[in-house]
């Protein structure tokens, strides 16, 4: 059973940049999409970015394509997410997510991701 562990988060001016990690557990990290969402206060959890399982396909949500990179390293079992000029706008508790079902097709609702980390805080200010 594949585990996913965030890290990165923390608090950030605006136009600043934060890199988040999530590492996983497991041999077979290697085959999975993964995907980044991110849920504010009041909210409901929202599809940040997704990468398929050979990193060569990515898809981002259009609030922060031009400002977000997703990659990953199957040889270290970590996805990243780098996130740059940050707006208030990002604040969220940022997820790192699995779909096991998929090796290729990227999917943007979080009920197609069966496994998720506990989030890390990612907190911007104006």
């Known amino acids: 059973q594949v585990q996913l562990v965030e890290s990165g988060g923390g608090l950030v001016q605006a136009g600043g940049s934060l890199r988040l990690s999530c590492a996983a557990s497991?041999?077979?990290?290697?085959?999975?999409?993964m995907g980044w969402f991110r849920q504010a206060p009041g909210k409901e959890r929202e599809f940040v970015a997704a990468?398929?399982?050979?990193?060569?396909?990515?898809y981002y949500a259009d609030s922060v394509k031009g400002r977000f990179t997703i990659s990953r390293d199957n040889a270290e079992n970590t996805v990243y997410l780098q996130m740059n000029s940050l707006e208030p706008g990002d604040t969220a508790v940022y997820y790192c997510?699995?779909?096991?079902?998929?090796?290729?097709?990227?999917?943007?609702?979080?009920?197609?991701?069966?496994?998720w980390g506990q989030g890390t805080q990612v907190t911007v200010s104006s």
């Open positions: 990468i398929n399982s050979s990193g060569r396909r990515t």
């Open positions: 997510a699995a779909d096991q079902n998929s090796r290729v097709l990227i999917r943007t609702g979080p009920y197609e991701y069966d496994l």
């Open positions: 497991g041999r077979t990290f290697g085959v999975y999409v």
